[in-house]
């Protein structure tokens, strides 16, 4: 294949998405630093992450899990059911001239499970992605604030 | 390559990318391709949208929808598109990819 899949990425699938679940503005696609350009994030203004994806030749689904489980510390449960996966072919992504007509890409997304009824705890540990760093972090829905602790107390956090 | 016997889409009623995204377009589809259209419906026939989705898609727990699968009369089922949840939009031309590709001609001149 010519073009590399992290260029098929890029182009084709990053545009925004809605917040999903989370509230009704739009969530941007962030690759996710130190990943190769491998796994991305959506996250809207707010920070909150509502989606990671993880783009492979193979199933990520488990490298997938794993990321998101070291990510999330051990604070939140991942579970099978926010995980999905979703195999690419050539043409759906233009890209059949160069390609002899295999799969080109699977994605596997992991989604944040935001759940509203009365016994939500509004201060349990949500995924944000730091405003700063890009980084993501753990910290209470109702805290948001925008950057990271180590940005925070680097004084570089945009406040 | 061989003939599409049959379009099979694994769907759900209320999901916007199933309906009338991925399943009106399939209707032309498979009429223009002689084929017949399985219309399998996650609410009503579970069991075999995932074992479909199991053998030859991309099966979770919770798998994404729709997932379109087509037949040839040699017994192979290829699967040829699973929605998008980067938006209904990504599903809608995904579908559209899939009718202008080279994939979808050669079946067309059989
Ligand atoms: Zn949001
Ligand atoms: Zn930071």
């Not at chain 1, 909150?48 to 990520?60: F, H, I, L, P, Q």
């Not at chain 1, 070291?70 to 050539?90: L, S």
């Not at chain 1, 009365?118 to 604030?145: H, V, W, Y």
Request: charged share 25%.
């Amino acid at each position: 294949m010519a073009i590399s899949i992290v260029d098929a990425v890029r182009s084709k699938l990053s545009a925004d998405t809605s917040c999903y679940g989370h509230c009704k503005s739009p969530a941007h696609h962030h690759m996710i630093n130190g990943t190769e350009g491998q796994i991305a994030c959506f996250s809207c203004g707010g920070g909150y992450v509502s989606r990671v994806v993880m783009y492979s030749a193979e199933d990520g689904t488990e490298q997938l899990k794993s990321f998101v489980s070291r990510t999330v510390n051990g604070v939140m449960e991942i579970r099978d059911e926010d995980i999905r996966v979703a195999t690419r072919h050539p043409w759906e992504m233009g890209l059949e001239e160069n390609s002899a007509g295999e799969v080109i890409l699977r994605e596997a997304y992991w989604t944040q499970h935001y759940r509203r009824t009365k016994s939500d705890d509004p201060a349990r540990a949500t995924l944000f992605r730091c405003e700063s760093c890009g980084s993501l972090f753990m910290q209470p829905l109702n805290s948001a604030a925008a950057t990271c602790t180590g940005c925070a107390h680097a004084g570089g956090g945009v406040q | 390559m061989t003939c599409v016997t049959r379009i099979s889409v694994v769907y759900a009623n209320w999901c916007p990318h199933c309906v009338p995204t991925t399943v009106e377009p399939m209707k032309r589809y498979a009429a223009e391709l002689g084929a017949e259209l399985e219309l399998i419906d996650i609410d009503v026939a579970e069991q075999r949208g995932d074992s479909l989705v199991r053998e030859h898609g991309d099966w979770a727990h919770d798998y994404l929808i729709p997932q379109v699968f087509f037949e040839f009369d040699d017994g192979r089922i290829v699967h040829v598109m699973t929605g998008f949840s980067e938006g209904v939009e990504f599903t809608r031309r995904a579908v559209e990819r899939l009718h202008e590709s080279d994939f979808y001609g050669k079946l067309l001149q059989r």
